[in-house]
């Protein structure tokens, strides 16, 4: 009898790994220890035995039974143990799959290519100024030689707000608000800005668009100052190769006036689809400051000359990058933006 106990305690061990689950485990627990256990046979035989045997079977079965409860308990723990272990492997966090990206934003274009120029002509020794979009009609034509019906307003179509007051069609009038408020001091400005023109817009024009204006007022500045300032800003934008040409215009501020035109930078002037086969491309408007703008802002045009001109920001960025269409600028799509 009580090696048949002995013999148990094997089977005990290899059926109790054997089992996968708690309930399992119970199972095995009821076969050892349960009422129809070998046990339990044992123990019913007791009361046969002699006083002897029964304190030696006794203590046999005991021992037997926190043998059993002892194995229970440790292979309770080990199926406790796995369980957790399963858990924390299926909610676990693989650290080393690639993060979702957040796209950032950046600089507009234009805003890019307005602090580049910013840049070129603070390193001359230039400031920037600015003025506001809602313009005098005073300073936006009359104080630029522009007199109320004056045929030349015509260039520009104008958003008026009421009788004396408009959108500004170009970032001239910031030449005439400088000249007022540095009452008769030397000047040399640029002034990047928002204008507005009752244009229809299409692939080279819009309603609104950017332009740069510079001015520079002192005493004996020359047209070859002009042609130096830019042909230096048109080499920094079209490459160091790039030559500039003067032919004369007309605009009711400055006299002599002129239209720039740079040499083709995509053919080296020999002519082709950009430059329309003339090795060209006209890029800016430029000119001597008219005497009546320097009169009319308080500068003695005997004493003072100048020079200005006005680019435009959207010209410039779409030659420079092969755009071609205005429109792409406004609409802001990222696979437009991320190229910059
Ligand atoms: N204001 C002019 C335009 O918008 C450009 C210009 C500026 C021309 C300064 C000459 C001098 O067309």
């Given at each position: 009898?009580?090696k048949?106990?002995?013999?148990?305690?094997?089977?005990?061990?290899?059926?109790?790994?054997?089992?996968?689950?708690?309930?399992?485990?119970?199972?095995?627990?009821?076969?050892?220890?349960?009422?129809?256990?070998?046990l339990?046979e044992?123990?019913?035989?007791?009361?046969?035995?002699?006083?002897?045997?029964?304190?030696?079977?006794?203590?046999?079965?005991?021992?037997?039974?926190?043998?059993?409860?002892?194995?229970?308990?440790?292979?309770l723990?080990?199926?406790n143990?796995?369980?957790?272990?399963?858990?924390?492997?299926?909610?676990?966090?693989?650290?080393?799959?690639?993060?979702?990206?957040?796209?950032?934003?950046?600089?507009?274009?234009?805003?890019?290519?307005?602090?580049?120029?910013?840049?070129i002509?603070?390193?001359?020794?230039?400031?920037?100024?600015?003025?506001?979009?809602i313009e005098?009609?005073?300073?936006?034509?009359?104080?630029l030689?522009?007199?109320?019906?004056?045929?030349?307003?015509?260039?520009?179509?104008?958003?008026?707000?009421?009788?004396?007051?408009?959108?500004?069609?170009?970032?001239?009038?910031?030449?005439?608000?400088?000249?007022?408020?540095?009452?008769?001091?030397?000047?040399?400005?640029?002034?990047?800005?928002k204008?507005?023109?009752?244009?229809?817009?299409?692939?080279?024009?819009?309603?609104?668009?950017?332009?740069?204006?510079?001015l520079?007022?002192?005493?004996n500045?020359?047209?070859?100052?002009?042609?130096?300032?830019?042909?230096?800003?048109?080499?920094?934008?079209?490459?160091?190769?790039?030559?500039?040409?003067?032919?004369?215009?007309?605009?009711?501020?400055?006299?002599?006036?002129?239209?720039?035109?740079?040499?083709c930078?995509?053919?080296?002037?020999?002519?082709?689809?950009?430059?329309?086969?003339?090795?060209?491309?006209?890029?800016?408007?430029?000119?001597?400051?008219?005497?009546?703008?320097?009169?009319?802002?308080?500068?003695?045009?005997?004493?003072?000359?100048?020079?200005?001109?006005?680019?435009?920001?959207?010209?410039?960025?779409?030659?420079?990058?092969?755009?071609?269409?205005?429109?792409?600028?406004?609409?802001?799509?990222?696979?437009?933006?991320?190229?910059?």
């Open positions: 009898m009580l048949k106990l002995l013999l148990l305690k094997d089977q005990v061990e290899i059926d109790l790994n054997s089992a996968n689950t708690i309930n399992e485990v119970n199972e095995k627990k009821a076969l050892y220890l349960g009422k129809k256990s070998p339990q044992i123990m019913a035989t007791m009361k046969d035995l002699s006083i002897e045997e029964r304190k030696e079977v006794g203590k046999a079965a005991n021992e037997f039974r926190s043998f059993v409860e002892e194995k229970v308990q440790k292979r723990n080990e199926i143990e796995l369980q957790i272990q399963k858990k924390l492997e299926s909610q676990a966090i693989d650290v080393t799959l690639p993060g979702r990206k957040f796209r950032t934003g950046s600089l507009h274009p234009l805003t890019k290519l307005t602090r580049e120029i910013e840049d002509f603070i390193g001359m020794g230039y400031t920037v100024e600015e003025g506001p979009e005098k009609d005073l300073y936006n034509f009359e104080m030689n522009l007199p109320k019906g004056h045929p030349a307003r015509e260039m520009q179509d104008s958003f008026y707000i009421d009788n004396n007051n408009l959108l500004r069609t170009h970032t001239s009038p910031v030449q005439v608000r400088t000249l007022l408020k540095r009452k008769g001091e030397p000047v040399k400005i640029i002034c990047p800005g204008v507005y023109r009752r244009d229809n817009d299409d692939a080279t024009h819009s309603h609104q668009f950017m332009q740069i204006e510079g520079v007022v002192d005493k500045i020359t047209m070859a100052d002009l042609k130096g300032t830019l042909s230096l800003l048109c080499q920094k934008m079209f490459g160091e190769e790039t030559n500039i040409r003067f032919r004369p215009s007309f605009f009711p501020f400055t006299e002599p006036s002129v239209e720039v035109d740079v040499s930078f995509k053919c080296g002037s020999k002519g082709c689809s950009l430059c329309k086969g003339s090795g060209w491309i006209e890029v800016l408007g430029a000119g001597m400051v008219h005497p009546n703008v320097l009169r009319m802002a308080g500068y003695d045009p005997k004493v003072y000359q100048g020079f200005a001109f006005g680019l435009g920001i959207e010209r410039f960025s779409m030659l420079m990058n092969s755009i071609d269409d205005i429109r792409h600028f406004y609409t802001n799509d990222p696979r437009f933006l991320r190229q910059f």
